[in-house]
């Protein structure tokens, strides 16, 4: 059966990559819109109504005008926006994230996509909390810096055009709209503190945790965090545990690619850890995620249109 998908949103950043991944598929047929027609409400309305499934690219006021405008029982939508990441009666889409994740997926009317930060931040932290490595009430905290294509058209123009800076610290309010599903999605008790910056570099991300072993609860040693990890993660063919000791990572390390590796770095003898994961902040960061979200929602080849 081939699945039939509206993407909202497919002229942005996020939607023009999906529709690159599914251009050669025929287990998928996408239907578009014309110019005139794609902000047309009536003929929005209409392709979401006749579609299997929609993929929503769209800023998160949009995001929800257009789940209001589905007035069938039938579309499933996956929402790349921030709009229903903490919302009731959305499944959450990291299906690596959580051992019954994928299950849940495919069973979700609604599913929505996690954002790029959290993505590398909850594959680190949310292992050791249900671990019990790390408490639910420690006082984390995430630094985590992204290439600017995550930041839309008018970044990317402002960087290609050589008018942004090498290094831009952001959110420097502490109140990032992803904050909330971070804590979340994590478990724990306090929201994390968020220190995100953009880069000059196209693509990539890293986002790394710091975490003083010698004070948490049992002082769990730098294998302890590796092993748990790797127990999370067994058999996941996008999430990678890495165990070299590298002298220095690089943002592009997963850029073109729907992979996300993660590490556990630090000194033993000074009871100290870094916890970095590396990805795509497009790939397994948006249009990946919501690619992969799609392919389990449809039953298809759940690495369909991913590179790996």
Not at 155 to 165: H, K, Q, R, T, V
Request: one cysteine or more.
């Amino acid at each position: 059966m081939t699945a039939r998908l509206f993407i909202d949103g497919a002229a942005g950043t996020t939607g023009i990559d999906i529709r690159e991944r599914l251009a050669e598929r025929t287990d998928v047929e996408i239907l578009l819109l014309d110019e005139a027609r794609r902000k047309d409400a009536s003929a929005r309305r209409e392709a979401l109504n006749d579609a299997d499934f929609v993929i929503l690219c769209l800023p998160d006021d949009a995001a929800r005008e257009a789940v209001a405008l589905i007035d069938n029982d039938r579309t499933r939508v996956i929402d790349a926006s921030s709009a229903h990441r903490v919302a009731d009666g959305w499944t959450y889409g990291f299906p690596e994230l959580e051992p019954d994740g994928a299950a849940r997926i495919a069973a979700a009317t609604r599913v929505s996509n996690p954002g790029c930060y959290p993505t590398g931040f909850l594959a680190l932290v949310r292992p050791l909390v249900r671990a019990g490595l790390i408490p639910a009430d420690w006082p984390v905290s995430v630094n985590a810096t992204s290439g600017y294509s995550g930041g839309g058209k008018a970044m990317i123009a402002d960087y290609e055009a050589g008018d942004a800076s090498a290094f831009r610290p952001y959110a420097l309010s502490l109140a990032h709209k992803h904050v909330p599903e971070m804590t979340r999605h994590s478990g724990l008790d306090h929201a994390p503190i968020f220190a995100p910056a953009v880069a000059n570099v196209r693509q990539g991300m890293v986002v790394e945790v710091p975490l003083p072993l010698h004070v948490l609860p049992g002082r769990p040693t730098l294998a302890a965090l590796t092993d748990a990890l790797s127990v999370a993660y067994d058999g996941q063919p996008l999430v990678a545990v890495a165990i070299d000791q590298p002298t220095g990572i690089a943002i592009e390390e997963n850029a073109g690619t729907d992979r996300l590796t993660l590490r556990v770095l630090g000194n033993d003898a000074t009871g100290q850890a870094r916890l970095i994961a590396t990805l795509d902040n497009l790939g397994k960061g948006a249009g990946g995620a919501a690619v992969q979200n799609l392919n389990i929602m449809a039953g298809l080849d759940p690495l369909a249109g991913l590179h790996r």
